[in-house]
């Protein structure tokens, strides 16, 4: 107990410059308050003694505005940076140098017994305000922005941001299918608002469907009209240089880009 104890006043030193010396640590630092009885209270729950490691639970609340249920799992050199308003649900487990900022949330999304809460693995960043809800993983060094809402798996090093939240890899290799969609888009004068393979929300992933299909139908067409002119001879087939929107179209692509940008401020 005691080593662990260095252990976390360690981590307040090496994760906030504010901190100024132990005393100061151990006497006005809520989340050091808040995993020392939660630590006494996971022993006592481990023990059976579930009704007084609730009470216990229930007093670190109080006393710190940080609840964390006495059956949650949590590892070495954990930090809870201000730590009001942080909840941690029962089956959540939560490994070694992981760092919660206030008003984080690891819920479930069913009344359900078992496995309900998030696994947050080492290293893992949760910003002020992020809900983590359900049973699945949060791999290694990925950090979650403030106020996100992640339902799903987020992948080792990667950051979640929004609400629902997406994804942003570092270093992720070229996608050759978003490539084209791109290409594609800027050949005919249309920039989809945001839409970029970082991305994961629902409206985006339409208009990815929406431009794979165009691209087709205008490859059928472009087919059609050469089929055309071979057995007319008097048909004219389109140029491929030509320009598939007129202005006037491309002014109203234009004014509904706008109008999203508008909508999403």
């Known amino acids: 107990m005691l080593k662990q104890l260095k252990e976390d006043i360690q981590a307040v030193f090496a ?56 059956g949650a799992k949590i590892g070495r050199r954990f930090f809870i940076d201000h730590g009001m308003g942080v909840v941690i ?27 309900r809460h998030p696994t947050l693995e080492d290293g893992v960043i949760v910003g002020a305000g992020a809900k983590i809800l359900g049973p699945f993983t949060v791999h290694k060094n990925a950090k979650v922005g403030s106020n996100a809402v992640v339902t799903k798996e987020v992948p080792e090093g990667a950051t979640a941001v929004g609400n629902p939240a997406r994804f942003i890899i570092k270093n992720k290799p070229a996608d050759d299918q978003e490539a084209r969609r791109r290409d ?29 299909r165009l691209q087709q139908n205008e490859k059928r067409m472009n087919l059609l009209c050469q089929r055309l002119s071979l057995l007319d001879p008097t048909f004219k087939s389109q140029q491929q240089d030509e320009q ?15 109008e999203c940008e508008t909508q999403s401020k």
């Not at 649900?89 to 078992?114: C, F, P, Q, R, S």
């Not at 929107?245 to 491309?250: D, G, I, M, Q």
Request: charged letters at 25%; proline letters at 5%; hydrophobic letters at 35%.
């Open 89 to 115: 649900g029962e089956t959540a487990e939560i490994g070694d140098d992981v760092t919660l900022y206030h008003g984080v949330t690891l819920g479930g999304t069913t009344w359900n017994k078992g496995k």
């Open 184 to 212: 594609y888009a800027a050949s005919i004068g249309f920039q989809p608002y945001a839409a970029t393979e970082d991305q994961s929300d629902p409206v985006l992933d339409g208009m990815r469907v929406l431009l794979d």
């Open 15 to 70: 994760r906030d410059p504010a901190a100024r010396n132990t005393l100061e640590v151990l006497t006005t630092y809520p989340g050091i308050h808040a995993l020392l009885m939660h630590r006494v209270a996971h022993e006592l729950w481990n023990k059976d003694c579930k009704g007084s490691a609730r009470l216990l639970s229930s007093f670190s609340r109080f006393a710190t505005g940080i609840e964390i249920h006495p």
């Open 244 to 258: 598939p929107y007129s202005a006037e179209e491309l002014k109203i692509i234009e004014d509904v880009r706008r």
